[in-house]
């Protein structure tokens, strides 16, 4: 077996193995009044509104999902709060979004 | 069964932290998340090396088990309750493998480590050593586990639920989306299979739904009651979840977990395949 269901390592460096001229991650930073909020459960969810994936944020805040291309939602939870944001994956590459809780 | 008999609460955990006769167990594939804080008292079990085999793909054994235990300081008369991240995935899966061997009292921590931290409850870092038992397993309960014959055998005829995301049950995608994507299988599902992903049995906190939610999810999607019930995922472990809904929550009967789930199923030569919604 290659990689199990564990949440990898949410660090802003990709794996060697990733190309981005095939796959689409998503990627970005859960903040609060700017400040990054360490070990936020951050959810994907589809164009529907229906869960995909979820990971836990690192200490900066980072986290990334291997994808496709579409309109995805990333939905925070943390102790400080809430938040979500809308990102547009329009191709293959890398998508960069921030996601404010309060 | 009862709710009661299968999960305990946030609350209730935290006021048996220490209770004789009690185990707190995380179970993680990512043991960092133990060691960087867990429930106090709680031991951990790694879902990767200690609940499988560690050569051939398969669970560990009935003696693999009871050496487990035994080490882990696990008697039979404990009551272990299991908890762990990823919405309990890998607890979940370590609840159908302690059935599997017939452990009597085991429960899972309803939210898992998500509620535990949301809350804001007492992690620490201290490990708890518990003194080595003599642990004795029963023989693996195979009412409770599929094979890859039962599921082709099951196409039209039992309930056969995928409880991976859409994408990976229309072949979109062959892992979940926290994952690089494997290129070893075919992508797809069991013809006849109905997608209910084990995430819609859960709160965005990560405790299970009520019972009638929970009824009322299965029945909209197609669920038959009176058919006995095959649950699949990618490599088990999200349909352990579903399994602990269907069996241990609903009380459904006949309902098992194929372990092999897709990465078996989607490896095999000459079994049918069906892209696409299926509707």
Redesign the interface.
């Known amino acids: ?8 390592d949410q660090g802003a460096d990709l ?1 060697a ?2 190309n981005l001229e095939k ?1 689409t991650v998503l990627t970005g930073r859960v903040v609060a009044g700017g400040e990054p909020v360490a ?1 936020a ?1 951050v ?2 969810l ?1 164009r529907t509104g ?7 944020a690192s200490e900066n805040g980072d986290f ?5 291309p579409g309109t995805w939602t990333l ?1 925070a ?3 400080a709060g809430n938040g979500q944001a809308t990102l547009v994956a329009d191709g293959p590459g890398l998508h960069r979004a921030e996601v404010s809780v309060a | 069964m009862s709710r009661e008999d299968v999960l305990v609460t946030a609350d209730w955990a935290e006021k048996n932290l220490g209770t004789e006769g009690i185990v707190f167990v995380e179970v993680d594939e990512d043991t960092t998340a133990y060691d960087a804080g867990h429930i106090p008292g709680a031991v951990k079990i790694n879902w990767t090396t200690e609940l499988q085999d560690p050569v051939r793909r398969d669970v560990v054994t009935k003696e693999q088990f009871e050496q487990l235990l035994s080490g882990k300081g696990i008697g039979n008369d404990d009551l272990v309750v299991l908890y762990g991240g990823n919405n309990n995935w890998f607890a979940a899966y370590a609840y159908w493998e302690f059935k599997l061997y017939g452990h009597a009292n085991v429960k899972l921590l309803d939210g898992g480590r998500k509620k535990w931290e949301l809350d804001g409850r007492t992690l620490t870092t201290d490990v708890q050593e518990r003194p080595t038992t003599t642990y004795t397993a029963q023989d693996p309960d195979l009412s409770i586990r599929a094979f890859r014959d039962e599921v082709v055998n099951a196409i039209g005829s039992k309930n056969l639920v995928d409880v991976r995301s859409p994408d990976e049950f229309t072949g979109r995608i062959l892992a979940p989306a926290h994952l690089p994507q494997e290129q070893s299988q075919r992508p797809g599902h069991v013809p006849t299979a109905i997608n209910i992903p084990w995430s819609k049995a859960a709160n965005e906190d990560g405790t299970f739904k009520s019972d009638d939610e929970l009824r009322e999810l299965y029945a909209a999607e197609g669920y038959d009651e009176g058919k006995p019930t095959i649950a699949y995922c990618r490599i088990g472990e999200r349909s352990s979840h579903t399994w602990v809904v269907l069996h241990e929550l609903l009380g459904y009967s006949d309902v098992k977990n194929y372990d092999g789930s897709w990465t078996e199923y989607g490896s095999l030569i000459g079994v049918p395949i069906e892209l696409g919604t299926g509707k």
Do not use: H, K, N
Request: proline share 6%.
């Open positions: 077996m290659t990689a199990g269901c564990g949440a990898p794996p193995s990733t796959e070990g459960f959810r994907l589809d229906e869960f995909t994936a979820e990971v836990v990334r999902f291997f994808a496709a939905r939870l943390s102790r």
